[in-house]
Each structure stands twice: as C-alpha cells, then as structure tokens.
Nanobody, 123 residues
Framework: VQLQASGGGPVRAGASLRLSCAASWNIANIPAVGWYRQAPTESRDWVATITNDGRTSYADSGKGRFTISRDTAKNTVYLQMNRLKPDDTAVYYC??????????????????WGQGTQVTVSS
C-alpha cells in the first residue's frame, strides 16, 4: 500500500494544522496506520496510531494536542495538530504499523515510508 502525507507548511506557534494521509488501498484493510516525525539531526519518532477498529494511541509529545482520525469513505487518515510548538517542527510521515507487544513498528510487509510533509513552526 502507498500512503502519501500532505498538509504541512509554515505556521506560527499556537496555530493548528491538519495533515492528511491518503491510502492507495481501502484503509479498512490496513490493520493500523501510524504517524511519525523526524526533526533535523533527530531520529524518526512515533507520534500516533489509529487501528482499523478505531482505537487510537499517542506519544506523550502530542497527547492533548494531536488527534488522529480516519475517513474510510475517502481512504484517508488525518492528524489534527493544535497549539503547535517550535519543537513540533519536523517532516511528518504516515505508514502502516503493527504492535509488537511493546511498541508500534512499521509494517514493511504491506507498506513503506513515503515522502512525508514538512511542518515548520516558528516562535
């Protein structure tokens, strides 16, 4: 499956953005979709996941500010980001994921990293 992230851009601190992740498959057939982000010189970190039965989970960095959701009719997963901070500056990616009992991992058997979308938050 191909997942393409979009919706990033430059914003000021405190603003909101909604990222979109368009799937080439029916997303109901993808067990779980995760958002990750990678800031310059940093590792790629998990942000949030939504399963195909609608369960959601979040990294501490986004709890209370980020909301992951999906629209099965549009085969799209969203990441609503509110009260953005400069520390949220990163390239954001969406990818199929699976739970290994401790952490979410990329499901490389059904998908891979796409190009990502840049989010830049200025103070």
């Amino acid at each position: 499956v191909q997942l393409q992230a979009s919706g990033g851009g430059p914003v000021r601190a405190g603003a909101s953005l909604r990222l979109s992740c368009a799937a080439s498959w029916n997303i109901a057939n993808i067990p779980a979709v995760g958002w990750y982000r990678q800031a310059p010189t940093e590792s790629r970190d998990w942000v949030a996941t939504i399963t195909n039965d609608g369960r959601t989970s979040y990294a501490d960095s986004g709890k209370g500010r980020f909301t992951i959701s999906r629209d099965t009719a549009k085969n799209t997963v969203y990441l609503q980001m509110n009260r953005l901070k400069p520390d949220d500056t990163a390239v954001y990616y969406c990818v199929p994921v699976w739970w290994d009992g401790e952490i979410w991992k990329v499901a490389f058997d059904i998908g891979s990293w796409g190009q990502g979308t840049q989010v830049t938050v200025s103070s």
